[in-house]
């Protein structure tokens, strides 16, 4: 059975750093593409950043420079270190894992993945 359980979100300042943490078992995150996602309210969830297999990361326009995906191999976890960080940044973030076949391309479409985390709140305050 697969489990994905996210940490490290809270509440910081505009312009800190938060470095999430996504915890993988019942599956090896290594061999597979993984990503992160988020959702502020009233808004539809967003594609941030993924990381596939090769190391391959591919960012959204809105994060790219600020946020960088990792992966701890030994660890079966997925990190995500957000730099400069916005209050538009403010959302629940998700981990997601099980890309489907066919989506390899789309990488931060929400329809990718087969399996999520419950999620860990962002808020950023200006």
């Known amino acids: 059975q697969v489990q994905l359980v996210e940490s490290g979100g809270g509440s910081v300042q505009s312009g800190g750093s938060l470095r999430l943490s996504c915890a993988a078992s019942g599956y090896s995150g290594r061999r597979y593409c993984m990503g992160w996602f988020r959702q502020a309210p009233g808004k539809e969830r967003e594609g941030v950043a993924s990381?596939?297999?090769?190391?391959?990361?591919t960012y959204a326009d809105s994060v790219k420079g600020r946020f960088t995906i990792a992966r701890d191999n030994a660890k079966n976890t997925l990190y995500l270190q957000m730099n400069t960080l916005k209050p538009e940044d403010t959302a629940v973030y998700y981990c997601?894992?099980?890309?489907?076949?066919?989506?390899?391309?789309?990488?931060?479409?929400?329809?990718?993945?087969?399996?999520w985390g419950q999620g860990t709140q962002v808020t950023v305050s200006s």
């Open positions: 990381l596939d297999a090769l190391g391959k990361t």
């Open positions: 997601a894992a099980g890309l489907r076949a066919g989506w390899s391309r789309r990488p931060l479409q929400s329809g990718a993945y087969a399996y």
